[in-house]
């Protein structure tokens, strides 16, 4: 899943990114886009969306995609590709 997501306060951002690592979710928040993966992301819906309003991060947008083979890779080797 790929969040746009708006925080008042950036540590809200981090206490968040904490506790959805914690609760087992593998995060990506380098870039303004916050990607969130899991095994089986219908069900952790909810549970994400309780950290966030917990937070008081609202989010502008979400996008659900289908892991790449470039995302495999990164998760198996944490390394990215070279272009």
């Known amino acids: 899943m790929e969040m ?4 008042s306060d950036p540590e809200s951002l981090d206490r968040a990114a904490k506790e959805l690592e914690a609760l087992g979710y593998h995060l990506d928040w380098e870039n303004e886009r916050k990607d969130i ?27 659900v995609r ?12 944490g390394k990215s590709l070279r272009r």
């Open 4 to 7: 746009k997501l708006q925080a």
């Open 37 to 63: 993966r899991t095994m089986n992301l219908v069900s952790g819906i909810h549970e994400i969306y309780q950290v966030l309003e917990k937070e008081k991060i609202k989010v502008q947008e979400m996008k």
């Open 66 to 77: 289908e892991n790449t083979l470039e995302d495999v890779f990164i998760h198996l080797t």
